[in-house]
């Protein structure tokens, strides 16, 4: 064994141990700087971006490099060579990762979760309740990223999950029947979860990426506030498991026309109460800017992150690297709640339009609370009365739209309707019809029309708790309250529109229609039944 192949032997050792499988050392060859490395007296890692012929992730003779392709640090960016290579200043401990661009795909590993890092962890994670990474030994003399060629239309669709978050085995199964057994087999590119995939027991992450691996996407995800090792004395080993699993916390990626930058905006605070506040930090802010010098002004870019913007400390460093771009879109979760936020100069946002933040639905609805239905699952209604669910966005160019997808239920199924069951012909001018359209928008159009006879008139947008939702809260207060876990109480909405009935209604059943067409152009309809007597 010479020393470059006992070398090799050392390095492979490493990356095996970390998951990790890398390209036979090339002796002897030299290439020129990575374009946009920035000088560093310390360690630093460099490898090749390859074209994976045969699949396998390791580089072999007639593997050619990719040119062009952006890898990261956590920080510093850098673009490959015309070689595919790249060289990356590294500290004791990082990750490094690739960032897809178009045109090619990453791996996926057997839950189908993207492969797109190197762990470089020398000793290990800290002991910890929850496995972290193993010790890696020294950094390899070369890592190298496989790339595969893939076809990307420029009209695609994703699925979005907010919250998971089950805690404990009947819950994963909760998803599987809820969710993902609908899912299997769809038309999309690929799937992201942000965040709260568990809920604190992170020893369910291997059965719950089996179950969604099922759907048959790859699948991205990022971390949320449950998703941490809460034992970790502060934020530096605070997503040691959750690192193991999936990689790095924050990272980009290309998919047709448009730019994803997944972020870690959870700051852990320490074991104490379990603490976190919104924050995105220093360095990830560094990240963030050097990997959007390389996107063009005019492409789409969408942010995704767990915590909402509005309660992000330094949000507006975000928002002052994304206000010259026209095209840009954010995503959260986190609030168990649906909305449209459509942040402006009273929010700090200085753009010539305002920042569209997407607030998602959860797929843990109201974390698995309420009655259990007929097949056992609880109806877990969030507290601004929507169901729990999951979207697809589809992308077309520059343009995007959201398509959300109430769990179990018809797409079309995108209101509830309350009125009285019973009104006189003399009070049906002061009865109250109020729809809460699950992922309606400061932007939606709602009207309102009864017996089909009448033109359609507009209701009124109106900020005000769900009355369906109050009515179950309440009954777990009576004397035989429904089983299954406690509701948490109602939360006031913005996707509530209310309007009067009109006055002097005969005797007689009466039709209900209400019509609502959403910022992307989508028009549903729902009907109530209503008895004038």
């Not at 609880?378 to 507290?383: G, I, Q, V, W």
Request: net charge negative; hydrophobic share 35%.
């Amino acid at each position: 064994m010479t020393f470059l192949d006992r070398r090799d032997f050392l390095r492979r050792s490493a990356a095996l141990a970390a998951g990790v499988t890398l390209a036979p050392l090339l002796g002897g060859e030299r290439f020129a700087a990575a374009q946009g490395a920035a000088p560093n007296a310390g360690n630093f890692a460099e490898g090749y971006v390859f074209h994976d012929r045969d699949g396998s992730g390791v580089r072999k003779p007639g593997d050619v490099g990719v040119k062009g392709v952006l890898v990261s640090n956590g920080r510093d960016v850098v673009k490959t060579d015309s070689n595919g290579w790249y060289r990356l200043p590294v500290e004791d401990e990082a990750i490094i990762f690739v960032i897809k661009p178009y045109g090619w795909a990453l791996p996926v590993n057997d839950h189908n979760l993207v492969r797109r890092h190197y762990l470089h962890r020398p000793k290990g994670s800290p002991k910890s309740e929850y496995p972290g990474i193993a010790p890696t030994g020294p950094l390899p003399a070369s890592v190298d990223f496989p790339l595969l060629p893939s076809k990307e239309p420029s009209k695609f669709r994703m699925v979005l999950f907010g919250d998971p978050q089950p805690r404990d085995q009947k819950e994963v199964d909760y998803i599987a029947h809820d969710v993902v057994e609908d899912l299997i087999g769809v038309d999309a590119a690929f799937g992201l979860s942000l965040g709260d995939i568990m809920y604190d027991d992170l020893s369910l992450y291997d059965s719950l990426n089996a179950t969604i691996a099922k759907i048959g996407l790859p699948w991205h995800n990022l971390r949320g506030n449950h998703d941490m090792n809460y034992e970790a004395a502060d934020t530096t080993y605070c997503s040691e498991t959750f690192k193991s699993v999936f990689g790095p916390t924050y990272y980009a990626f290309d998919y047709g026309q448009v730019h994803f930058v997944v972020l870690d905006n959870v700051h852990y605070e320490g074991p104490e109460h379990r603490s976190f506040h919104g924050e995105l930090g220093a360095t990830q802010l560094e990240f963030i800017k050097n990997d959007l010098a390389f996107v063009p002004k005019d492409k789409l870019v969408v942010v995704a992150m767990h915590m909402p913007l509005t309660v992000v400390s330094d949000r507006e460093n975000l928002y002052r690297l994304l206000e010259d771009r026209p095209h840009a879109l954010s995503i959260s979760a986190h609030t168990h709640v649906h909305q449209h936020l459509f942040l402006d100069a009273k929010d700090g946002w200085r753009g010539a339009q305002p920042h569209h933040h997407f607030n998602h639905a959860t797929v843990c609805g109201c974390w698995w609370q309420g009655a259990p239905d007929e097949m056992g699952i609880p109806h877990t209604t969030m507290t601004d009365g929507g169901p729990n669910g999951y979207s697809f966005i589809t992308f077309d160019g520059l343009k995007y739209s959201v398509d959300f997808h109430p769990a179990r239920r018809l797409p079309t199924d995108q209101m509830h309707i309350s009125t009285p069951d019973i009104v006189t012909p003399a009070s049906s001018g002061g009865a109250d019809v109020l729809v809460n359209i699950y992922a309606g928008s400061p932007r939606s159009v709602v009207e309102m029309r009864v017996d089909g006879r009448s033109d359609w008139a507009p209701m009124q947008a109106t900020f005000i708790e769900d009355p369906y939702f109050v009515k179950m809260k309440q009954a777990e207060a009576g004397p035989k309250p429904p089983p299954g876990l406690p509701l948490d109480d109602a939360t006031k909405t913005d996707h509530i529109w209310t309007a009067k009935l009109p006055a002097g209604l005969p005797t007689g059943t009466h039709l209900v229609q209400v019509r609502t067409t959403d910022m992307f152009g989508h028009t549903y309809t729902g009907r109530r039944i209503l008895l004038v007597s």
